[in-house]
């Protein structure tokens, strides 16, 4: 009982349907209570399950927000497609997936198992391991250039200077053991191209990034723009490794929950272990959405609703 599903057009509806059904989402989920807020990085667990975010940014730079789309939270694996973009710019589309791999695993996104299941030993940059084989790929001469080419890009996403969370990232560092033994065992096989520690802990870094669904939706929104930040005017990303991007999030974006997401919400997206969720609707634009309490798989609850809502009110699965 959602009301009718709008059939896909080329364009966003008019700006009073989309500000009308943002609010209009925001007052149907803002009372659901299901799901978990993240604690096993401690300082996600001071959350409050009630914060609650959405905004839509468009490809001709309007935006619409309700409830607390400028609250920032840590970008967490929203961070994950975004650096593979960065990467494939700089070293070409083909060398990254060479490097990393792009299939899906049907596996948890911490999972080892996707790691020795797969001959090549090549993941997706969705998952953790993908993720940090990708961050090993950052050019630059040290760890200090690696980490700014990224957070650098990162913020060319989002069309601001985005900034590190200390507490968030402190937190993770001191308990994200099971990364490093990842990105160890990856090094084992040749598919780290950086010192492990070194990739897990830039890894780290990118994920405790501070942003807010406004910027996912302006990250999302550069991403259907074909790679030129709508605020900004920026070109971020070249076209061609743009729609690569979308492919992978659309393959593994919510890992072993893809299918069903691309099923109902017809696609792509990626989700956050903060609460963070943004969905890219090519050629009309962004959708973020912030909402702390987690399924089982890590995915926003609130966050899935909503951009199922608002996926079939405004006419944006690509099915
Ligand atoms: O590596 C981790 O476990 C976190 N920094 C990110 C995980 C995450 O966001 C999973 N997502 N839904």
Redesign the pocket.
């Known amino acids: 009982a959602m009301g009718p599903p709008a059939v896909s057009t080329g364009h966003l509806p008019p700006p009073g349907v989309v500000a009308e059904l943002v609010r209009e989402a925001h007052g149907r989920y803002g009372a659901v209570t299901e799901g978990r807020v993240a604690d096993y990085?401690p300082a996600l667990a001071k959350a409050d399950p009630a914060w609650f975010g959405i905004c839509v940014a468009g490809v001709n730079g309007q935006a619409f927000e309700v409830g607390e789309a400028e609250h920032a939270f840590s970008i967490?694996?929203i961070s994950k497609p975004f650096v593979f973009a960065l990467v494939c710019q700089a070293l070409g589309g083909g060398r990254a997936r060479a490097a990393i791999g792009v299939n899906a695993t049907g596996l948890p996104?911490?999972s080892v198992m996707a790691i020795e299941l797969n001959g090549e030993r090549t993941v997706n940059p969705m998952v953790?391991a993908g993720a940090i084989a990708t961050t090993s790929l950052a050019p630059g001469a040290d760890a200090q250039e690696r980490w700014r080419f990224i957070l650098d890009g990162l913020s060319r996403f989002a069309g601001r200077t985005l900034e590190m969370d200390e507490e968030v990232y402190a937190s993770?560092a001191a308990t994200?053991q099971r990364?490093q033994g990842i990105a160890r065992l990856l090094h084992g096989y040749g598919r780290m191209y950086c010192d492990p520690d070194e990739a897990t802990d830039i890894?780290?870094r990118q994920?405790a990034v501070r942003v807010t669904a406004r910027d996912l939706a302006v990250m999302g929104a550069t991403l259907a723009d074909g790679g030129v930040n709508p605020m900004t005017g920026e070109r971020v990303l070249d076209a061609d490794r743009c729609r690569r991007v979308l492919a992978v999030m659309a393959t593994a974006g919510l890992y072993e929950q893809s299918g069903d997401w691309l099923y109902e919400v017809g696609l792509p997206g990626k989700?956050?272990?903060a609460g963070g969720i943004v969905a890219i609707a090519p050629g009309k634009g962004g959708l973020g959405v912030f909402s702390p309490p987690l399924d089982a798989a890590?995915?926003s609850v609130r966050g899935q609703l909503v951009t199922r809502f608002l996926s079939e009110r405004l006419g944006l699965n690509l099915f």
């Open positions: 990085i967490q694996s996104f911490n953790n993770e994200n990364n890894y780290t994920c989700s956050g272990v890590g995915n």
